[in-house]
């Protein structure tokens, strides 16, 4: 069963143009998504993130807009630069159990 | 201060052989996290510990995983007989704290490939 879906699966844009990425969620028990960005050869690491509380978070070009009543949320990127071209993955916590559930990616490619 | 170490950081193996990961989490995390990511996918949660108790081992693909962490610090992950299905980066993360939202930290994974 697949609880963190994400799409698209791949998806690329010019550089200065705004980048969005989706993902959603089944278990109600998550309240805690952070995102995370993979180049290749290195593990995840954390890029933002934000409580079920909130719905939005902002931080420099990258923003989470959050809908816990349609238990969806995403990631935009602004003023998008080749530098970010990596695969970035919506993460779900179960702070119950401590489970952290990751989805299946978004390979964004930054066009110069 | 230091990083997730892991190592070996490639193996290649024939089917049916064995191999272990090892993870040294960052100094002071009590939870750590075993996870597998095949080629173009997400990381996928094996198993986790806090200290040195496991606390989900119910993902672990079959009785060929086995993982371990004796001292609460460092962790072992072992595959016996290896198979094609198992060809994959393993990724160990640690974080501190429990039932929070701490920050997982990853190493840099190993790579297996089982020809």
């Known amino acids: 069963q697949q609880q963190v879906r994400q799409s698209p699966q791949s998806l690329t844009v010019w550089e200065g143009e705004t980048a969005i990425l989706n993902c959603s969620y089944e278990d109600s028990t998550f309240n805690y998504f952070p995102w995370y960005q993979q180049f290749p050869g290195e593990g995840p690491a954390l890029l933002i993130s934000?409580?079920?509380?909130?719905d939005k978070k902002e931080d420099g070009r990258f923003t989470i807009f959050f809908n816990k009543r349609e238990k969806k949320l995403s990631l935009h990127i602004t003023d998008s630069q080749p530098g970010d071209s990596a695969t970035y993955f919506c993460a779900a916590h179960d702070t119950n159990a401590y489970k952290v559930i990751f989805g299946k990616g978004t390979h964004l490619h930054v066009l110069p | 201060e230091a990083g997730v170490t892991q190592s070996p950081r490639y193996a290649v193996l024939q089917e049916g052989q064995a191999v272990s990961f090892w993870c040294d989490p960052i100094s002071g995390h009590d939870t750590l996290y075993w996870y597998q990511q095949p080629r173009d996918q997400g990381p996928q949660l094996l198993v986790y510990f806090r200290d040195e108790a496991v606390i989900d081992n119910s993902q672990l693909p079959s009785d060929r995983f086995s993982a371990v962490r004796p001292k609460g610090t460092n962790s072992t992950l072992k595959i016996q007989s290896a198979k094609q299905g198992d060809t994959a980066t393993y990724l160990c993360a640690s974080s501190l704290g429990w039932g929070g939202t701490g920050q997982l930290y990853f190493g840099e994974g190993s790579k297996l490939t089982v020809l």
């Open positions: 934000i409580r079920s509380v909130s």
